[in-house]
């Protein structure tokens, strides 16, 4: 059985209107709305880590969460039926600006870039163990390299051990990411 999940902590929110389409001449950048259901012990969706710029209650049960372009965030997906899990993912993406290409996920609209995807909970546990490690030596996950969670995704896919991710790599990415803007 699943315990409360971690949720992420996030900046002060603001009211979102229902998802419409952007149109690219509006100057507004365009969100990605994750969408997540919480039906306890039936479909338990959460963020393990995010900074939305926006939230929507829709009901008890039911929030859409808006991220800006190029924001990181940790999507887990839960569901079980009479018989036990019938499915656990993660799925770390990032938010895709306009023109930008994406793939489309499961409750994201319109969709995001897939930095890191498993399925199985020895998987997802493995996954929160690494992320809870980033943590631990100071770093939000939100602003780890999106090259680590790529790095990551290949490595648990082969069978392999993932290199950790220090805070010299964290400032080696800073500097690389300040030379590119």
Known sequence: MLTQP??????????????EPVDAGSGDPPLTHVTLVWRGGVQEDWLRFGKPVAE???????????????QVFALVRWASNDYGTVGSTL??????????PFTTLPQVDPGAQILLS????????QVFALIDAIE?????????????WHHVHN????????????PARHRDWLRR????S
């Not at 498993?118 to 546990?125: A, D, G, L, N, T």
């Open 6 to 19: 971690r949720l992420c902590k996030s900046a002060a929110r603001a009211s979102l209107p229902p998802p």
């Open 56 to 70: 929507r209650i829709l009901d008890r049960r039911t929030r859409i969460e808006s991220y800006a372009p190029g």
């Open 91 to 100: 799925t770390i993406a990032q938010a895709a600006g306009f023109g930008e």
């Open 118 to 125: 498993v399925r199985s909970w020895p998987k997802v546990r």
């Open 136 to 148: 631990d030596v100071g770093i939000h996950p939100c602003d780890v390299a999106p090259d680590h």
């Open 155 to 166: 490595r648990l896919a082969g069978g392999m051990q993932v290199r950790s991710y220090s």
């Open 177 to 180: 990411r300040k030379l590119q």
